[in-house]
């Protein structure tokens, strides 16, 4: 829950690197912008479904970790090249 905090921070502060570009740092803010409500909705499901509020950790971390833009642009190239 804290990453989104903490990123924000390093963002006001410019403490993100001067060689990363902004279409990056506003790709892993909107990233974790919806992570916070995420996990309260998970926390709530939590007390009625244990389970199923696991999954949904897992589904966040998966969210958080897969950098699924750029293996979509991967697969737009490969398609546009035929391959």
Known sequence: MHERALWHYAVSERLVRADVKDEEVR??????????PSYAVAIGIGLLWPKVAVGIYLAIALWILVPFRAIGRWIRRKRERGE
């Open 27 to 36: 790709a892993i803010t909107r990233k974790l912008d919806p992570s916070l």
